[in-house]
């Protein structure tokens, strides 16, 4: 079913409980994606946070256009884009509960300092997927951002590139968002099954 067309859209509202999982191959059509969901927010005066797995991430402040003032959001704070050289965790600490702690200090500054009231929070998979163990591990952590994101002001956009992930990954993901994005349309999730880490 039809949910929504691509968001940042007119018209189009990403709301707090959103878990959107986007399905894209490879850069181009990964920027299709992010720039309208970060324009979107930022004119909005939504707190943005990026995590990509490149080196060099200058390449989306300008991609994001001339209709926002990119500067003055990085020096305000409402915009974050983390490269390959932020990676949190190394896969022998991961722990669902230490990503969830930092996206939840995210959010704390992000609103008890930065005085947002929302948050706009994406990575794309590549730039935390070694810290993963296994396939389980990564179904247990988006199955818990359901949960997490259903108590805060917060969208999280999961990003996926097709061409770099394997069919049993996808199978996870399908079961593991209430909402897809792909082909430039925003689908309710039909193979969406609301499990908790402890039902896995």
């Not at 209709?67 to 704070?77: A, F, I, K």
């Not at 932020?86 to 200090?105: A, H, K, V």
């Not at 930065?114 to 179904?139: M, S, V, Y």
């Not at 259903?150 to 956009?157: A, D, K, N």
Request: glycine share 8%.
């Amino acid at each position: 079913m039809v949910d929504q067309a691509l968001p940042g859209i007119p018209g189009v509202k990403i709301e707090a409980g959103d878990h959107i999982c986007a399905l894209y191959r490879h850069r181009s059509e990964r920027n299709d994606v992010l720039m309208p969901f970060l324009r979107e927010g930022l004119s909005l005066g939504h707190k943005c946070l990026v995590g990509l797995y490149e080196q060099d991430t200058s390449s989306i402040h300008r991609a994001i256009g001339r209709d926002v003032d990119v500067e003055q959001c990085v020096t305000t704070g409402q915009l974050e884009v983390l490269g390959a050289a932020d990676m949190l965790f190394r896969p022998e600490e991961f722990s669902i509960n230490n990503m969830l702690q930092f996206w939840e200090g995210i959010l704390s500054d992000a609103v008890e300092t930065g005085g947002f009231e929302f948050a706009r929070l994406t990575a794309e998979c590549t730039w935390w997927e070694k810290q993963l163990p296994g396939f389980d591990a990564l179904a247990n952590y988006e199955s818990s951002l359901n949960e997490f994101a259903t108590r805060h002001p917060v969208g999280f956009l999961c990003m996926y590139d097709m061409s770099e992930i394997t069919g049993g990954v996808i199978v996870d993901l399908l079961r593991t968002h209430p909402r897809l994005l792909l082909c430039g349309l925003l689908l309710l999730n039909p193979y969406y099954v609301p499990l908790t880490p402890e039902s896995r």
